[in-house]
């Protein structure tokens, strides 16, 4: 009963809408991630992202109705022991998992789940370091330190404390909220994001490739605030789960919303 009564008043707030925006892409975009073979851009095509990161009431919808995606019902190659166990129970949120803020401890399997069952998709990195690279008035800010160091003080928070509500900030310039300051994000190819701190290692691709990545290099090594989101996204497993760590959906941009 409990449950059934907190799934209608999230339905009944709205906290259950997943919203998509387009965002146009561009055809030669400055990753931070060098291709060994690339001059250092990538295209990307127009796509669509969630407004707001995935919520601990959309991730309860989730899990109501696939319950192989419950806490404890998960196998453990896809989702360690810590999976969701700041819920109260495998289908109750409680005091430490408020409806709208974003879901966190869950893995890539279980992220990657969500969004198709949503019928979306992770996004690539090069997705989320493009749009993640916007602020309120700009499509591309990365060279501003005062943007830098508003990202870096935000990492050097600690992390014990609350998380706010998702989309309490000022959205970017494509109207997403949250691409910093509230959580850490999975990304579909995290696992092919791997980089050398070797600078030797650089003109041999061959120790550097992972999981059928090509050789990497960093563009442009003074950007800390998104070498720290590669260094831990590199160093993670599919199973893994932490307390700030969630996600977002994304689609191509053919595809409509629901």
Avoid at 20 to 49: C, H, M, N, T, W
């Amino acid at each position: 009963m409990r449950l059934t009564a907190l799934l209608m008043t999230v339905l009944s707030s709205g906290a259950l809408a997943e919203d998509f925006v387009r965002l146009p892409g561009q055809p030669a975009f400055a990753s931070i991630l060098r291709y060994a073979e690339s001059d250092g851009k990538v295209s990307i095509a127009p796509f669509q992202l969630m407004t707001r990161p995935v919520t601990n009431a959309q991730f309860l919808a989730f899990v109501v109705k696939h319950p192989e995606w419950r806490r404890g019902a998960a196998p453990a190659i896809f989702a360690e022991p810590r999976y969701l166990e700041h819920w109260s129970g495998p289908l109750l949120l409680g005091d430490s998992a408020e409806p709208e803020q974003p879901v966190t401890r869950v893995s890539w399997f279980a992220a990657r789940a969500y969004c198709e069952a949503s019928n979306a998709r992770l996004p690539t990195w090069s997705e989320w370091e493009y749009a993640a690279a916007a602020d309120a008035t700009r499509a591309d800010a990365r060279q501003d330190l005062a943007w830098r160091d508003r990202i870096l003080r935000w990492y050097a928070k600690p992390s014990n404390a609350a998380i706010a509500r998702v989309g309490q900030g000022v959205p970017d310039l494509h109207g997403v909220h949250d691409l910093h300051g509230l959580i850490w994000e999975w990304v579909d190819d995290y696992a092919a994001m791997l980089v050398s701190a070797d600078n030797r290692n650089q003109a041999d691709p061959d120790l550097l490739k992972f999981c059928g990545a090509g050789a990497l290099d960093t563009n442009d090594r003074e950007n800390y605030a998104v070498l720290m989101r590669i260094a831990m996204l590199s160093a993670l497993e599919g199973h893994d789960t932490t307390g700030n760590l969630g996600f977002r959906c994304a689609r191509d941009s053919s595809e409509d919303s629901p």
